[in-house]
């Protein structure tokens, strides 16, 4: 049975291997090049520098800025390749997952395996695991080697709880892959042939990922705040990546005045002009910058939670996958 599986899934694992091969040849140069200018303009010790304290003093973020902006403008355009990145566990779905039974049913060969004394149970095990031990390998590898080449631009104030920039680092996308093929060997049993069963997982993955991303994932813990002054010396510390969920400029008796926004008045005699203008809009003596923000700090628990999640999704998708089998003519 292992090797009738083998033989029907070669040409996946090889145009697999092939995928990653050529995946590899473009992330291994920019990667080292990314590294590689990132330590050595002396942005990796400016920007360590600045610790992991939600605050750092405005002098020393203004003298990490140049390098920074020098740094993203040289690899601007990498930033779209990452962006393609969050496609690959679909991709990964559609191709391995979704064929899987949906094939077998569409061409009839289903009946040849169960009349030669192999029960559905142990067929759709044998597929199953099969198919989701090389999955589980290719992801792993994804994620290593994505999350490796996204370090720089991540530390580079990118972050890592950016929409997207988050779903291609850390161990979510093993999650997010293994989810793809369970929705899309459930999708097999559905529909029992093969574009209709691509269809739904590409429909279904969207729609999860989406929900995941925008109703669920701010909400895995409590957010903080943070409050500083109109005119502090300090403000927010790029390099702690924190995530910012809202923000904007409270009065003294903290009530929010103006959403979306922020004060970096100079210190000092020459902070008069812009205090008066404050003042013009509400915000007094005591008013303060604010945000709500989840802590760069509680990354891999976010990973953690989000991993969890689909992980819990697959196993579900995967028994609901085998009790359709059983009903299968």
């Not at 610790?51 to 020098?70: E, F, I, K, R, Y």
């Not at 969920?245 to 812009?274: H, I, Y």
Request: positive net charge; charged residues 15%; proline residues 4%.
């Amino acid at each position: 049975m292992i090797w009738l599986t083998w033989k029907q899934h070669r040409k996946q694992a090889l145009f697999a291997v092939i995928g990653l091969a050529a995946l590899a040849a473009l992330m291994v140069p920019t990667g080292l090049r990314m590294h590689e200018v990132f330590d050595d303009s002396g942005l990796a010790s400016c920007l360590a520098k600045l610790g992991t304290d939600p605050l750092a003093a405005n002098a020393a973020v203004d003298s990490c800025n140049a390098l920074s902006t020098q740094f993203r403008n040289q690899f601007k355009s990498l930033s779209f390749v990452g962006i393609l990145f969050v496609i690959l566990p679909l991709l990964v779905g559609l191709f391995f997952g979704a064929p899987l039974i949906s094939r077998e049913v569409e061409h009839g060969t289903h009946r040849f395996v169960w009349t030669q004394g192999v029960g559905r149970l142990r067929w759709a095990l044998v597929k199953f695991g099969l198919v989701g031990a090389v999955t589980i390998l290719l992801a792993v590898l994804y994620a290593l080697g994505v999350s490796w080449w996204y370090a720089p631009m991540a530390a580079n104030g990118n972050g890592r709880f950016g929409y997207l920039w988050f779903d291609v680092q850390g161990i979510a996308p093993i999650g997010y892959t293994l989810f793809a093929v369970a929705l899309g060997i459930f999708a097999g049993t559905l529909s029992r042939r093969v574009l209709p069963a691509m269809a739904i997982t590409l429909a279904g993955f969207a729609v999860v990922r989406i929900a995941v991303e925008t109703l669920a994932r701010d909400h895995y813990m409590s957010a903080k705040t943070l409050t500083y002054g109109l005119a502090s010396t300090q403000g927010p510390n790029p390099a702690s990546h924190d995530w910012v969920l809202s923000q904007g400029l409270r009065d003294a008796d903290g009530k929010l005045v103006l959403e979306n926004a922020s004060v970096g008045c100079p210190p000092a005699t020459d902070a008069s002009s812009c205090m008066r203008e404050m003042a013009e809009r509400g915000l007094g003596p005591g008013s303060s910058n604010w945000q709500l923000y989840q802590p760069g700090d509680r990354f891999w628990a976010f990973q953690g939670i989000e991993t969890g999640i689909f992980l819990t999704l697959a196993v579900l998708l995967a028994l609901l996958a085998i009790r359709r089998i059983r009903h299968i003519a």
